[in-house]
């Protein structure tokens, strides 16, 4: 699968951003779905995960409760509404796929990776 991430920009704090990851081919709904984030100088870490079959979702203690993962497999297209965003959340936003249902929070278990958005979130 091909992903293409999309809906980045410069935000102020405070503000919201709804990140969009549109995936090739028919079989997008059978991917576990993840978005990880990389500010400069850090390494890539994990900010939510969706399963390809029931739509479970999880996210890291960072970002709970001001982030949302969702999907909608007729349109091949994977989301992350931000909400309430701080400047610690800038970041190059990458979108993934995996093989496997659940697939977790380690960018190992991800086999397919999109080209990543920038998000700048000003104080």
């Known amino acids: 699968v091909q992903l293409q991430a999309s809906g980045g920009g410069l935000v102020q704090a405070g503000g919201s951003l709804r990140l969009s990851c549109a995936g090739s081919g028919r079989t997008f709904g059978r991917y576990g779905m993840g978005w990880f984030r990389q500010a400069p100088g850090k390494e890539r870490e994990f900010v939510a995960v969706?399963?390809?079959?029931?739509?479970?979702?999880y996210y890291s203690d960072s970002v709970k409760g001001r982030f949302t993962i969702s999907r909608d497999n007729t349109k091949n297209t994977l989301y992350l509404q931000m909400n309430s965003l701080k400047p610690e959340d800038t970041a190059v936003y990458y979108c993934?796929?995996?093989?496997?249902?659940?697939?977790?929070?380690?960018?190992?278990?991800?086999?397919?990776w999109g080209q990543g958005t920038q998000v700048t979130v000003s104080s």
């Open positions: 969706i399963t390809s079959s029931l739509g479970s979702t």
């Open positions: 993934a796929a995996s093989n496997s249902d659940w697939a977790g929070t380690v960018s190992g278990n991800y086999a397919y």
